[in-house]
Structure formats: structure tokens, C-alpha cells
């Protein structure tokens, strides 16, 4: 059988040395307005305002997006693996593989 050849981001597989691996992820804020959709496994970088955004080729990174959480109009709390521009909620919080000993693979 063939490989499938499919664009993904940053997927963490592992972490280096011999300790636990629980992934480094912390959660941090989302802020409604934020310039483009973040989707599960873009590099990002912590904004002036705040919050996170895409990063781009020369930013100081801060992880890999992995998803998040927001409560949406109707009261739901939504887990999600991307954030949209569109997305407004007042608590959504991103979760971001930050540990600086994390691997990664990644197909573009």
C-alpha cells in the first residue's frame, strides 16, 4: 500500500531524553479579533494584546496550536481543533505544546 502524502503541521510525537512524557501543553488566552484562523498544529507566537497568533517565517515561536475551548453564544462549551477569525466568545483558551524539549514531525 502507498503512502498518503497529505499536508499536516507540527504533529508531537515524542519528547527528547528519558523523562515523562505529558506533552507540555498550557493553555492560553484566545482573543476574539484574532487576525487569521489558527488551526491543530500551526506554529504560533504570543501577540502584544495578550494572546496568540499564527506565527510567521522570523518570529520568536511559542509552540504548536494542538486545539481549544470556548463557550459559544448558546452557552455550549466547545472543544475545538481550530479557531477561527470569526470566533467571538469572552473564555476561549488554545491549547499549545510550549515544552522546549518536544519533537515533532512534520509533512507540507
Known amino acids: 500500500m502507498a503512502n498518503t502524502n497529505a499536508k499536516f503541521g ?4 515524542g519528547r527528547l531524553g528519558s523523562s515523562y ?3 507540555g501543553t498550557t493553555e492560553y488566552d ?7 484562523s489558527i488551526y491543530t498544529g500551526d506554529p504560533v507566537k504570543m501577540v502584544s494584546t495578550g494572546g496568540i497568533a ?4 522570523g518570529d520568536v515561536l ?23 477569525t470569526l470566533t467571538a466568545s469572552s473564555d ?3 491549547f499549545v505544546v510550549d515544552d522546549p524539549d ?5 509533512q507540507s
Open 62 to 84: 511559542l509552540g504548536v496550536f494542538q486545539g481549544c475551548r470556548y463557550t459559544n453564544a448558546s452557552g455550549e462549551v466547545i472543544y475545538s481543533p481550530y479557531w477561527t
Open 30 to 36: 484566545l482573543l476574539t479579533g484574532t487576525t487569521g
Open 21 to 23: 512524557n505529558s506533552t
Open 10 to 13: 507540527l504533529r508531537p510525537i
Open 102 to 106: 518536544a519533537t515533532f514531525e512534520v
Open 54 to 57: 499564527v506565527a510567521a517565517a
Open 92 to 94: 476561549a483558551v488554545a
